[in-house]
Nanobody, 125 residues
Framework: QVQLAESGGGLVQAGGSLRLSCAAS??????MGWFRQAPGKEREIVAA????????YYADFVKGRFNISRDFVKKTIYLQMNSLLPEDTAVYYC????????????????????WGQGTQVTVSS
């Protein structure tokens, strides 16, 4: 049974930092990603990482500000978010991730539907 438990969100002022965690169990995937969904917007990829080699992908809007990492033994991924902006306000989720065919982006696996509760990140201006 797939279980994803996101934590670490909160309210922070612009320019501040947060560290999100995602404990994954029952997930068979070579990579995991962080996704976010703001009110009225579609869910979007933020970052992804492969379990074995630790290869990373970042969406352009977080490059240089966020860092994704993983603990293979604990089956946990992290998202260190620095220099937060009000537009980073969203619910953040983790999920199994796969690269898109064009090689430019990543997305969640098409067969994945067991989204967790997510963790709310609110950045005040």
């Amino acid at each position: 049974q797939v279980q994803l438990a996101e934590s670490g969100g909160g309210l922070v002022q612009a320019g501040g930092s947060l560290r999100l965690s995602c404990a994954a169990s029952g997930v068979s995937s070579s990579a995991m990603g962080w996704f976010r969904q703001a009110p009225g917007k579609e869910r979007e990829i933020v970052a992804a990482i492969t379990w074995s080699a630790g290869m990373k992908y970042y969406a352009d809007f977080v490059k240089g500000r966020f860092n994704i990492s993983r603990d293979f033994v604990k089956k946990t991924i992290y998202l260190q978010m620095n220099s937060l902006l009000p537009e980073d306000t969203a619910v953040y989720y983790c999920a199994p991730a796969v690269p898109m065919p064009d090689g430019r982006s990543w997305s969640h696996r098409a067969d994945f539907s067991s989204w967790g509760q997510g963790t709310q990140v609110t950045v005040s201006s």
